[in-house]
């Protein structure tokens, strides 16, 4: 293990469970449907669990991606919500947005974007995460499907970074506090 590490969180085998888990149930939620699925991945956290959710759910599907970042209060508005890559769709009526993320920390992000998918007409917007923090929600917000609920404690790996290092790492894990405090 990386010496930056201080344990494995979720390691290699449970992220397999919960993609199979979550997969089958977004598969089950999603079939016999007249709209069409889009995979709305938020980079660049989601790119790991997007990909393994792409092989895994038995159903068609299209793929796009938004890079936001969000601040300020606001589960009301989505005017908190700084857009620097956004989906490449006019007319979202026919489309059921899947927002795919890592993690959920204060909520923000995924609060103020599923208010603006709304905005913008989609038909319907649900999320996945594949971590979630609840201890440090800012403002209310749960995901649709929920892979694990995680301590506050900082994790890294499968997407997950800290100053754009360990996104590559196959596992999740907590990094040493020596690490961020430097
Ligand atoms: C992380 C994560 C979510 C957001 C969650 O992204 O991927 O998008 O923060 O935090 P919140 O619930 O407090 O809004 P980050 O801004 O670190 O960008 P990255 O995915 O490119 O690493």
Redesign the pocket.
């Given at each position: 293990m990386n010496q930056d590490l201080k344990a494995i969180l979720v390691d290699e085998d449970e992220i397999q469970q919960i993609v199979k888990r979550i997969s089958k149930q977004i598969t089950d939620d999603y079939k016999g449907r007249d709209t069409k699925l889009l995979l709305l991945g938020?980079?660049?956290?989601?790119v790991v669990f997007m990909a393994d959710l792409m092989r895994n759910i038995d159903l068609p599907f299209e793929i796009d991606f938004m890079?936001?970042?969000?601040y300020g209060a606001g589960s009301k508005s989505s005017g908190n919500l700084k857009i620097t890559l956004d989906i490449k769709r006019d007319d979202l009526s026919n489309i059921d947005i899947l927002i795919v993320?890592?993690?959920?920390?204060?909520?923000?992000?995924?609060s103020n974007l599923t208010q603006y998918l709304k905005e913008k007409g989609a038909n319907s917007v649900s999320t996945v995460t594949l971590l979630d923090k609840p201890s440090?929600r800012?403002v209310e917000?749960n995901a649709t499907y929920t892979g694990k609920t995680i301590p506050d404690e900082f994790v890294v790996g499968y997407?997950?970074?800290y100053a754009e290092n360990y996104r590559y790492l196959p596992y999740v894990a907590i990094l040493k506090s020596e690490v961020y405090s430097k």
């Amino acid at each position: 293990m990386n010496q930056d590490l201080k344990a494995i969180l979720v390691d290699e085998d449970e992220i397999q469970q919960i993609v199979k888990r979550i997969s089958k149930q977004i598969t089950d939620d999603y079939k016999g449907r007249d709209t069409k699925l889009l995979l709305l991945g938020i980079l660049k956290g989601s790119v790991v669990f997007m990909a393994d959710l792409m092989r895994n759910i038995d159903l068609p599907f299209e793929i796009d991606f938004m890079k936001v970042s969000s601040y300020g209060a606001g589960s009301k508005s989505s005017g908190n919500l700084k857009i620097t890559l956004d989906i490449k769709r006019d007319d979202l009526s026919n489309i059921d947005i899947l927002i795919v993320e890592d993690i959920i920390d204060s909520g923000r992000t995924l609060s103020n974007l599923t208010q603006y998918l709304k905005e913008k007409g989609a038909n319907s917007v649900s999320t996945v995460t594949l971590l979630d923090k609840p201890s440090r929600r800012e403002v209310e917000y749960n995901a649709t499907y929920t892979g694990k609920t995680i301590p506050d404690e900082f994790v890294v790996g499968y997407g997950l970074d800290y100053a754009e290092n360990y996104r590559y790492l196959p596992y999740v894990a907590i990094l040493k506090s020596e690490v961020y405090s430097k």
